[in-house]
């Protein structure tokens, strides 16, 4: 069962791939947190957004040769390579951060990438509000993300409801992070766990 979870900055993923992976027993891939152009970039949108953006995708393409690679059974993956181009390459580009043609050079790379990768069984969408996800974000406390702006991740929430609704075909089970707290109720990962085990067994 190879399942992806995701979610804007902030919205848990990484906590509920680590209690799912926890679970299952399985193999966890992590987004990559270190990428050298992040600080940079949050302090300098414009000069870095092409550059972080072709990191991370370089990175999920390793990470995602990898998991085909270890063939593991049941595999969590922290974030998906379709978030990069559709959620954050493709909002960076709207906003006028990366110019067009760095785009069209960065989403042929993507196309490419496709037919390599992969579709989740099931794709997680962890859907949460913007208090929701400055909490959480300031609560984990990482020094670059101290000073995002939430009109950025209100963009970033609206391009993940348009991908989800009208552009990934897969199946989707979509949580509320407003009201399914995961981390203090287990009852809520018991209902995650009957959900996501029901959609994976679906023809």
């Not at 791939?17 to 990559?32: C, F, M, N, V």
């Not at 989740?120 to 974000?137: E, G, H, K």
Request: charged fraction near 25%.
């Amino acid at each position: 069962m190879y399942v992806a979870i995701a979610g804007n900055i902030g919205s848990g993923k990484t906590t509920l791939t680590e209690i799912l992976t926890k679970r299952y027993g399985a193999k966890a891939y992590y987004e990559e947190t270190d990428n050298p152009y992040i600080g940079d970039f949050y302090n300098n949108m414009s000069r870095w957004a092409f550059q972080l953006q072709i990191s991370f995708l370089g990175s999920r393409i390793r990470q995602t040769m990898d998991m085909l690679a270890l063939g593991e059974e049941n595999v969590f993956q922290d974030r998906t390579i379709y978030e990069d181009a559709h959620i954050f390459a493709s909002n960076l580009h709207e906003m006028g951060l990366i110019a067009s043609r760095d785009f069209a050079t960065y989403m042929r790379i993507f196309d490419l990438t496709t037919n390599l990768v992969p579709e989740p069984d099931v794709l997680i969408y962890l859907r949460a509000s913007i208090p929701t996800l400055v909490a959480q974000i300031k609560h984990r406390g990482r020094d670059y993300e101290m000073n995002i702006d939430e009109a950025y991740l209100s963009r970033l929430n609206e391009k993940y409801e348009y991908w989800i609704n009208n552009v990934y075909k897969g199946k989707v089970l979509i949580i509320d992070k407003d009201a399914d707290d995961f981390v203090a109720d287990e009852s809520v990962v018991d209902s995650i766990c009957e959900r996501l085990e029901a959609m994976a067994n679906q023809k």
